[in-house]
Nanobody, 124 residues
Framework: QVHLVESGGGLVKAGDSLRLSCAAS????????MGWFRQAPGKEREFVGV????????AYADSVKGRFTISRDNAENTVYLQMNSLHPEDTAVYYC?????????????????WGQGTHVTVSS
């Protein structure tokens, strides 16, 4: 059973940085892609970025490109989302998700497993 646990959310000011973590367990994730999504109140869940666990290849939404970086630690089975230059519009619940294929994808329906989410609030 795949288990994903996000952590690292909180309240920060515009311009600050924050690093989210996603601890993954239950499988060997070398053939997986790990995605980050977010959902603001009253809005649909949207793609933030994704990393192929084996190759480390990444892709990002245009809204976060150049500010957010995804990385993974193979030894710790953890994926990170480093968020810099945060804007108030980045306020959302951030979710980690896993798909059992290394192909990068940006739709929530592509992912089989989800964490419970972590709240990020950016004040102006």
């Amino acid at each position: 059973q795949v288990h994903l646990v996000e952590s690292g959310g909180g309240l920060v000011k515009a311009g600050d940085s924050l690093r989210l973590s996603c601890a993954a367990s239950g499988r060997t994730f070398s053939s997986y892609a790990m995605g980050w999504f977010r959902q603001a109140p009253g809005k649909e869940r949207e793609f933030v970025g994704v990393i192929s666990w084996s190759s480390g290849t990444t892709a990002y939404a245009d809204s976060v490109k150049g500010r957010f970086t995804i990385s993974r630690d193979n030894a710790e089975n953890t994926v990170y989302l480093q968020m810099n230059s945060l804007h108030p519009e980045d306020t959302a619940v951030y979710y980690c998700a896993a798909k059992p294929s290394p192909v990068l994808a940006g739709r929530p329906s592509n992912y089989d497993y989800w964490g419970q989410g972590t709240h990020v609030t950016v004040s102006s």
